[in-house]
């Protein structure tokens, strides 16, 4: 029988190594379902695997596209989707891994089939451009709180949709999307790795200080040229923008790195907790975790 077997949890899980050694265990392929990672030209700051990580298990969409060509979540699907397909005439299993929720669903269930509405959606566009992200962000919140409090409020993609939606139902996304739940397109079982606040925490702010180690300023600065395109607004970048704008210090820029990393993490807890049939994992070892869902996939 083919399934899929997703590997999902907050940033610095270790999502990755434990997709690895599934992976091996079971001999099959993964796929990301990391928003960051399809671009080649992130790797420090997405925490992109080295080929030393991913260990000769074949990844596809790690480092498939450019961040001057962004890819949605519709994009994914179809594009994921089509790999699944030809993936699964040579393998029963595949793993599919990442912390972005709304990726990870694309693939699964497919994306939704709410209304849209060019005109509305030129409007809040507009509105986006003329007025900034926080006021787009103001405007989810107060028809839509509970979207508001999972989604990625630095990406405008996202949150125009949702204004777009409530603008054309008069309904909440976060109740519309409930009610349009899609049944899996294969058997599928889903995993979230569940640390504790603080471990987890702890463990971000080791990631990040490891990241300025690598480079990650010097990754920053090489792709000073594509800084207003949406890959490049997101956490572990803007900031860094900040400072070589002059308008804070490396450390503060560091700082918030940390702080709102962080936040995200709370926000793709939040994204996974609302998953129906997930299977939380304790992260104990690694070892653990790998038996675990072995017993539960066999």
Same mark, same amino acid.
């Not at 899929?4 to 992976?23: E, N, Q």
């Not at 993964?30 to 420090?44: G, H, M, N, V």
């Given at each position: 029988?083919?399934?899929?077997?997703?590997?999902?949890?907050?940033?610095?899980?270790?999502?990755?190594?434990?997709?690895?050694?599934?992976?091996?265990?079971?001999?099959?392929?993964?796929?990301?379902?990391?928003?960051?990672?399809?671009?080649?030209?992130?790797?420090?700051?997405?925490?992109?695997? =080295?080929?030393? #990580?991913?260990?000769?298990?074949?990844?596809?969409?790690?480092? $498939?596209?450019?961040?001057?060509?962004?890819?949605?979540?519709?994009?994914?699907?179809?594009?994921?989707?089509?790999?699944?397909?030809?993936? +699964?005439?040579?393998?029963? =299993?595949?793993?599919?891994?990442?912390?972005?929720?709304? +990726?990870?669903?694309?693939?699964?269930?497919? =994306?939704?089939?709410?209304?849209?509405?060019?005109?509305?959606?030129? +409007?809040? *566009?507009?509105?986006?451009?003329? @007025?900034?992200? #926080?006021?787009?962000?103001?405007?989810?919140?107060?028809?839509?709180?509970?979207?508001?409090?999972?989604?990625?409020?630095?990406?405008?993609?996202?949150?125009?949709?949702?204004?777009?939606?409530?603008?054309?139902?008069?309904?909440?996304?976060?109740?519309?999307?409930?009610?349009?739940?899609?049944?899996?397109?294969?058997? =599928?079982?889903?995993?979230?790795?569940?640390?504790?606040?603080?471990?987890?925490?702890?463990?971000?702010?080791?990631?990040?200080?490891?990241?300025?180690? *690598?480079?990650?300023?010097?990754?920053?600065? $090489?792709?000073?040229?594509?800084?207003?395109?949406?890959?490049?607004?997101?956490?572990?970048?803007?900031?860094? +923008?900040?400072?070589?704008?002059?308008?804070?210090?490396? #450390?503060?820029?560091?700082?918030?790195?940390?702080? *709102?990393?962080? @936040?995200?993490?709370?926000?793709?807890?939040?994204?996974?907790?609302? #998953?129906?049939?997930?299977?939380?994992?304790?992260?104990? $070892?690694?070892?653990?975790?790998?038996?675990?869902?072995?017993?539960?996939?066999?």
């Amino acid at each position: 029988m083919k399934k899929i077997i997703v590997i999902a949890g907050p940033t610095a899980s270790g999502k990755t190594s434990l997709a690895v050694a599934l992976a091996k265990q079971l001999d099959c392929p993964i796929i990301s379902a990391d928003s960051r990672q399809f671009y080649k030209e992130l790797s420090i700051g997405t925490a992109k695997p =080295t080929q030393e #990580e991913m260990d000769d298990i074949p990844h596809f969409f790690i480092d $498939s596209h450019s961040v001057q060509q962004p890819l949605s979540a519709g994009q994914y699907e179809k594009q994921a989707f089509a790999k699944v397909e030809e993936l +699964f005439k040579s393998h029963n =299993t595949i793993i599919v891994v990442g912390g972005s929720g709304m +990726f990870i669903n694309a693939l699964i269930y497919g =994306t939704d089939q709410l209304p849209h509405d060019p005109k509305v959606r030129s +409007f809040w *566009n507009k509105e986006f451009e003329q @007025r900034g992200i #926080e006021f787009i962000q103001e405007k989810l919140k107060a028809v839509d709180s509970a979207y508001y409090e999972e989604v990625d409020i630095n990406n405008p993609v996202r949150l125009i949709r949702a204004l777009e939606i409530f603008e054309i139902t008069g309904q909440p996304y976060s109740i519309l999307r409930k009610q349009n739940r899609k049944v899996p397109r294969y058997p =599928t079982q889903y995993f979230v790795i569940d640390y504790p606040r603080e471990e987890l925490y702890e463990r971000i702010n080791q990631r990040v200080d490891i990241m300025m180690k *690598n480079g990650l300023l010097e990754e920053v600065r $090489s792709n000073i040229k594509y800084r207003d395109l949406q890959p490049l607004n997101t956490v572990g970048y803007k900031e860094i +923008f900040e400072y070589l704008n002059y308008n804070i210090s490396l #450390e503060k820029a560091v700082e918030l790195i940390k702080q *709102n990393t962080r @936040r995200y993490a709370k926000r793709q807890l939040t994204w996974f907790r609302k #998953e129906e049939n997930v299977h939380w994992l304790t992260p104990t $070892s690694q070892k653990e975790m790998l038996e675990s869902i072995l017993l539960t996939v066999k």
